[in-house]
């Protein structure tokens, strides 16, 4: 609504323009009614006007000398004056001192002001339109070169947000994008995005919000209220223009955006301390699903992770891969993103993230699996949150080894295969030849004759070594007691654990467990 007061001596008057039609039907709003100009002042320095009908003749101050100190305050304003046959030539010297135009105020109908207000609605459109694309290009400039922007650019946008007034708050608005753990540098894709017709979305629909196009998927829209609004107000009218907004690009576009809310500030030179806090804030969206609405309030990361205990990770990641021990590598990734997103370690995720998926991608390449690095860029495409990215590492090294796994049993007929599986699925318990066999659809004699002659190795043997690998693995990581080790890997009994380690090795567990000590020393 553009705002409108009313300034005559005659309380009459006042009601009578203020009865003449609806104002609202017309997009005006009156917001003020005052029978001194003195008075008027004093609300032109608290509030802001666009438009003021005033009488000319006042006893006091008169019409000319208030329209002068008014535009001092702000340029912008739009002056009517109300005149009478006799004030002719003293209204068209008003016109000189920046007055809009003058009334005769005993000939003003109903039908003569809707035109006067529709002419001065076209030219505020017009000038609020100029102000938001001159108040953008400055924008832009303070946040990029914020130490050359000059002192009169600065007056300019404050004058434009009438900061003198009003307080403001910035919402940074992020197009929602997957993680891009390759090809980083284009990491930015607007799909079918207009991201124009999302700054004009805002504009028709939030005459208090200033949207500004950042590009590559992000806009800064600046909120500006009055400092007597309540917090819980301004806190609404956050939430109602975010979910708009979302709502607006996922009907649009079945697309997503986040929002990042930052709190209250009535100077422009902190805009670019501003901006750089709500990016920073950013990241950790990273931690969220799509289609959030963050504020930094709501970020308070922990116990930070340093290089060093990630590289630990990674390296037993990478010797999991070299061993070929899925759980060891699916017990490090997780480990690492409970931690991570726990405590909200922003950067430690990053960092991991990026080592990890080299490190996949490095594996995957020496191992030469045909087309997965294609599939898992497909899936990594479907990926927002740090939760999704977890689940996605762990199913992609699973791939692996599995694909792995299905390549060395290539060589085995299909009932062998299958056999081998199931073993390597149900070695922890007491599985017998007569099990496996069941679970292949054949007898366990003739299992145990095709298993040895395939594989070179008979039943039991096969599973004791399987185990003995095993519980090596286990040894190594130097977590467990013995008899936790033989429970892991099928054994009842510790000692009869220890027996067959000894009599398949040539050493029992304990020596073993410490040469193992002894070489990570």
């Given at each position: ?6 300034i005559d001596?005659?309380i ?8 003449l039609i609806?104002w ?40 000319l ?8 305050f ?17 209204a ?6 920046g ?11 109903a ?17 609020k339109h ?9 924008v ?28 403001l708050?910035?919402?940074?608005v992020?197009?929602?994008i997957?993680f891009r ?13 207009d991201?124009d017709?999302i700054?004009?979305?805002m ?5 208090n919000?200033i949207?500004i ?17 309540s917090?819980?107000?301004i ?6 223009a ?10 649009q576009?079945?697309?997503t ?6 709190p209250?500030f ?28 963050l504020f ?6 922990k ?6 205990k990630?590289?630990?990770?990674l390296?037993g990641?990478?010797?999991?891969l070299v061993?070929?021990?899925l759980?060891s ?7 690492f993103?409970?931690?991570c997103?726990?405590?909200?370690d922003v950067?430690?995720f ?13 594996y ?19 990926i927002?949150s ?14 692996v ?11 085995y007929s ?7 599986r199931?073993?390597l ?5 007491d599985?017998?030849?007569e099990?496996v066999?069941?679970s ?5 004699e003739?299992?145990r004759?095709?298993?040895r002659?395939e ?6 043997e096969?599973l004791?070594?399987?185990?003995m ?10 977590k467990?007691?013995?008899?936790e ?6 054994y ?5 654990f220890?027996s067959?380690?000894?009599?398949t090795?040539g050493?029992n ?5 410490g040469?193992?000590?002894e070489?990570?020393?």
């Open positions: 609504m553009i705002k409108v007061m009313l001596d005659e009459m008057a006042l009601n009578y323009m203020k009865s609806n609202e039907d017309y997009g005006f709003e009156i917001t003020a009614m005052e029978t001194n100009a003195v008075k008027g002042l004093a609300i032109l320095k608290k509030e802001i006007v666009d438009v003021i009908f005033a009488d000319i003749r006042m006893p006091g101050m008169d019409g000398k208030f329209s002068e100190k008014a535009l001092e702000n340029s912008r304003l739009k002056i009517i004056l109300l005149t009478s046959y006799g004030d002719f030539d003293y068209k010297k008003a016109l000189n001192i007055v809009s135009n003058y009334l005769l105020k005993h000939e003003t109908k039908d003569s002001l809707i035109k006067e207000l529709e002419n001065l609605k076209a030219e505020i459109t017009e000038m100029n102000d938001k694309a001159v108040l953008g290009q400055l832009h400039k303070l946040l990029t070169l914020p130490d050359i922007i000059l002192p009169e650019e600065k007056e300019t946008m404050k004058k434009i947000l009438h900061l003198d007034k009003r307080n708050i910035s919402y940074l992020i197009l929602d997957p753990l390759y090809d980083t540098n284009k990491h930015y894709d607007s799909g079918q995005v991201e017709a700054v004009s979305y504009e028709l629909n939030y005459n919000m949207t196009g950042l590009k590559n998927g992000r806009w800064l829209v600046l909120n500006v209220f009055e400092p007597v609004i917090q819980r107000r806190l609404d009218e956050t939430y109602m975010a979910y708009g907004l979302q709502r607006y690009v996922f009907q576009y079945e697309r955006v986040s929002v990042i809310p930052s209250a009535n100077s422009i030179e902190e805009l670019p301390h501003v901006y750089r806090s709500l990016t920073d804030i950013s990241r950790y969206l990273a931690f969220y699903d799509k289609n959030k609405i930094g309030r709501d970020i308070s990361p116990s930070l992770m340093e290089k060093s990630i590289d630990v990770i390296s990641i990478q010797k999991g061993q070929r021990e759980e590598i699916l017990k490090n990734i997780d480990m993103f409970g931690i997103i726990r405590n909200l950067k430690a990053y960092y991991f993230s990026g080592q990890l998926y080299q490190l996949l991608v490095n995957v390449k020496g191992v030469q699996i045909e087309y997965y690095e294609q599939e898992a860029k497909k899936d990594l495409d479907n927002y740090a939760s999704q990215l977890h689940a996605w590492f762990a199913l992609q090294f699973e791939t080894m599995k694909k792995i796994t299905d390549r060395k049993l290539e060589r299909p009932k062998v295969r299958e056999a081998i199931y073993i699925n149900h070695y922890q318990s599985i017998k030849i099990d066999a069941n292949v659809n054949v007898s366990g003739y299992l004759h095709l298993f002659e594989t070179g190795r008979g039943y039991s096969y004791t070594d399987l185990r690998q095993k519980a090596k693995e286990l040894l190594a990581e130097g467990y007691k013995l008899y080790i033989a429970a892991l890997v099928g009842s009994s510790g000692a009869y220890s067959v380690f000894k009599k090795t050493i567990p304990q020596e073993y467990k040469e193992t000590d070489k990570q020393v």
